[in-house]
């Protein structure tokens, strides 16, 4: 690793108008490569580091493919430094937390198979993910060469979205990194999701030359056993980095309100016409979108979807603000005891 230079580690600008003239000058900055309970390792110019978190720094604040300054001599973090982009998912039992996935991503491959896996639910939520966060989605469809007819399983995948890509592939063949090639260039950043079983790891082993174990699915579901357990930046062949993620069956969102508008633009521009505000697309009078599925313009069942994400997301980010309201509350009473300790 001590050929890298921090732009074939995805440096750029944005981290660098971070800095100010001491920090240039004092410390290094690193990429973080993998997250553990009391320290994390990064990849920097100087090589790979160990590092232990300064005072008020928790690894829970740390996430893989983030940028951090570090004092290399004295294996220190220092600072972690503003995320261009972040993949987070809301808690499966919305606590009034969100769960860090991977940061500073340019693409997310979106994995699923071409048999009973494919569920156009799960990916309308990876692509509000994605779509929240700013990051390109790519639909990854493997175990094409076992379907009888994979254009069934791409058709369904493109209408997910406009102009979403959709790549078809057998992951144990030798064209997969030629196939991803677009989106795996130097300094560029991608990560793995989908749930278990799909082919993630192998196609991981095919960007990355990497030879990590896979495991069968069962055949009575097409499910998956988890094979990677925990989320670690690798170097690709082409240049350019992947974080591979474990499976994950459960998927929640929050505060992705734009994230789910942009999954469903031909629902949520014609929301935006119907005759009441508050429309909620059942039976009221003047509603676009009801006039649109009458007309066969969209799918029913597409509504349907959008809806349930659109109560999760709400009911989820009403948690997620009370959570932080009683975060509020609880510090300004803390406050208050101290003080009163003082006097």
């Excluded at 920097?44 to 604040?61: H, N, Q, R, V, Y």
């Excluded at 996430?63 to 993949?87: F, K, S, Y």
């Excluded at 690798?234 to 992947?242: K, N, P, T």
């Excluded at 948690?319 to 009163?340: E, H």
């Amino acid at each position: 690793m001590t050929e890298l230079t921090r732009e074939a580690l995805g440096w750029s600008p944005f981290y660098m108008s971070q800095l100010d003239l001491e920090e240039l000058e004092t410390l290094t900055p690193a990429r973080i490569a993998t997250v553990h309970r009391d320290r994390v390792v990064g990849f920097s110019e100087l090589g790979t580091l160990e590092l232990t978190l300064d005072p008020g720094i928790t690894t829970a604040a740390v996430g893989v493919g983030d940028w951090v300054l570090c004092a290399p001599d004295q294996h220190r973090l220092i600072r972690v430094l503003e995320r261009q982009t972040e993949l987070t998912r809301g808690t499966e039992y919305h606590t009034g937390e969100k769960q860090l996935i991977a940061a500073n991503l340019d693409t997310l491959f979106i994995t699923s198979s071409c048999n009973n896996d494919f569920n156009p639910a799960r990916l309308e939520r990876y692509l509000a993910l994605a779509h929240d966060a700013m990051i390109t989605p790519v639909i990854v469809l493997t175990k094409a060469d076992q379907a009888d007819d994979p254009g069934v399983y791409i058709d369904q995948a493109r209408v997910l979205g406009r102009n979403l890509e959709v790549i078809a592939m057998d992951a144990k063949s030798g064209d997969v990194a030629a196939l991803l090639a677009p989106w795996c260039g130097k300094g560029q950043t991608v990560a793995l999701a989908g749930s278990s079983g799909v082919g993630k790891t192998t196609i991981a082993n095919a960007l990355t030359g990497g030879d990590a174990a896979t495991q069968a699915i069962r055949e009575d579901d097409a499910r998956g056993r988890h094979t990677t357990t925990g989320r670690s930046l690798h170097r690709m062949g082409s240049g350019g980095w992947l974080i591979d993620t474990p499976g994950m069956r459960g998927l929640g969102v929050a505060e992705v309100a734009y994230g789910i508008d942009a999954t469903f633009p031909e629902i949520s521009e014609l929301a935006e016409q119907c005759k009441f505000r508050d429309c909620a697309h059942e039976s009221e009078p003047g509603c676009a979108v009801q006039t649109a599925i009458a007309a066969g313009n969209i799918d029913p069942e597409r509504l349907k979807r959008f809806k349930k994400l659109k109560r999760e997301n709400q009911l989820a980010t009403e948690t997620i603000a009370q959570a932080r309201d009683r975060g509020r509350k609880q510090g300004k009473i803390y406050r208050s005891a101290i003080n009163k300790k003082d006097k």
